[in-house]
């Protein structure tokens, strides 16, 4: 199992899936992408956040991304469990589901944590970006549903952080003032952006240009 880090490339695996065999990067093919990771099928945690994120299509459009979701469980039951997802959720997922019953992939991501119960997958989220590498990652226990209007408001900071020298603040969300990384010096900062805020030397906030 490799530890991985922000910044790294997404280890590459070929792996069957709920809309056939894929090859992890080639299927990415340079888009952003949301992967993510649940315990199983079947399962009530499990069936909501399937279908929340299948409800989020448009969205996931909107920014471009690709969503593709894993648990343990042979591919067969991914295609029993699908249509329960679609039916709770009033839905039609997608996006593929990867079957990992060999847990390849579950321990190329390290997402087995013995200490959560049984050796099933925990609410892992990558975020990958068109580089192939990790942007963003997240671990929830199994008993805890993700909030994926969060993980849709990080990816808009990670995508507007490569737009220019931009930070986002606490709680931040689209439309809202930014701060400039302090890798641009103020007088640079005020010609760059007109209502520039220097709240502290090393806190200004402007509107980001888009
Ligand atoms: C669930 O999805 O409901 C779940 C799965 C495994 C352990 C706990 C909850």
């Known amino acids: 199992m490799a530890c991985l880090h922000l910044g790294d490339v997404a280890p590459d695996f070929a792996a ?3 809309e056939g065999p894929i090859s992890f990067l080639e299927w990415k093919k340079g888009a952003w992408t949301v992967f993510f990771s649940h315990p199983g099928d079947f399962t ?3 069936t909501t956040e399937l279908g929340r994120v299948a409800q989020l299509a448009d969205e996931w459009a909107k920014r471009d991304t690709k ?9 067969a039951e991914h295609h029993r469990w699908i249509p329960d997802v679609e ?8 996006y593929p589901i990867i079957a990992d019953p060999d847990k390849k992939v ?8 013995p200490g959560e119960g049984d050796a099933s997958s925990v609410r892992s989220v990558f975020i990958i970006g068109p580089d192939d590498r990790i942007k963003l990652i997240l671990i929830y226990p199994k008993s805890t549903g993700r909030n994926f209007d969060e993980i849709l408001r990080a990816l808009d900071a990670l995508q507007l952080a490569e737009t220019g020298p ?3 603040p606490v709680d931040w969300r689209p439309g809202e003032r930014v701060i400039i990384s302090t890798d641009v010096p103020t007088d640079q900062a005020r010609e760059r952006f007109a209502d520039l805020d220097v709240v502290k030397p090393y806190l200004r906030t402007a509107t980001p240009k888009t």
């Open 16 to 18: 069957d899936t709920s």
């Open 44 to 46: 009530p945690v499990c």
């Open 67 to 75: 969503v593709i979701a894993l648990s343990v469980d042979p591919v």
């Open 87 to 94: 039916e709770v959720s009033n839905t039609s997922v997608g």
């Open 106 to 113: 579950a321990e190329l991501y390290d997402m087995i944590h």
């Open 166 to 168: 931009y930070a986002t």
